[in-house]
């Protein structure tokens, strides 16, 4: 397990999403990207978790009222899975990207498919 403050793991974390093209961070809106130290009880080994609709599954009507969709990026999981910095720092864009990816409607099958999984 790799030793890393949150300050810093969260630093990662805004340099992964400042690694997306911009013609795709534009679309992100009303999302928040949010680090908590643990992933849920129910999958202790998630790294990373969107919960929200996806682009594909919203109408017209959708974002009248609606909170922000999330993206979660869980600090302990990703560090014990890893072995030093530059592995945390190349998990985490993964992970990032991952999620992203999630909140435009693209499904694991087809991350695993463009060597996104």
Same mark, same amino acid.
């Given at each position: 397990?790799?030793?890393?403050?949150?300050?810093?793991?969260?630093?990662?974390?805004?340099?992964?999403?400042?690694?997306?093209? %911009?013609?795709?961070?534009?679309?992100? =809106? $009303?999302?928040?990207?949010? @680090?908590?130290? /643990? +992933?849920?009880?129910?999958?202790?080994?998630?790294?990373?978790?969107?919960?929200?609709?996806?682009?594909?599954?919203?109408?017209?009507?959708?974002?009248?009222?609606?909170? %922000?969709?999330?993206?979660?990026?869980? =600090? $302990?999981?990703?560090?014990? @899975?890893?072995? /030093? +910095?530059?592995?945390?720092?190349?998990?985490?864009?993964?992970?990032?990207?991952?999620?992203?990816?999630?909140?435009?409607?693209?499904?694991?099958?087809?991350?695993?498919?463009?060597?996104?999984?």
């Amino acid at each position: 397990m790799v030793e890393m403050s949150r300050e810093a793991f969260e630093e990662l974390v805004a340099q992964a999403l400042d690694e997306i093209p %911009p013609e795709l961070t534009r679309r992100l =809106r $009303n999302v928040v990207v949010l @680090v908590e130290d /643990d +992933a849920p009880p129910e999958e202790p080994d998630l790294l990373g978790l969107y919960d929200g609709t996806p682009l594909t599954e919203r109408d017209e009507w959708w974002a009248a009222g609606s909170l %922000p969709d999330r993206i979660l990026i869980f =600090r $302990n999981p990703t560090l014990a @899975v890893c072995e /030093d +910095a530059e592995q945390v720092a190349q998990e985490v864009r993964i992970t990032v990207r991952h999620e992203v990816a999630h909140h435009f409607g693209i499904d694991d099958a087809r991350l695993h498919q463009l060597g996104w999984s």
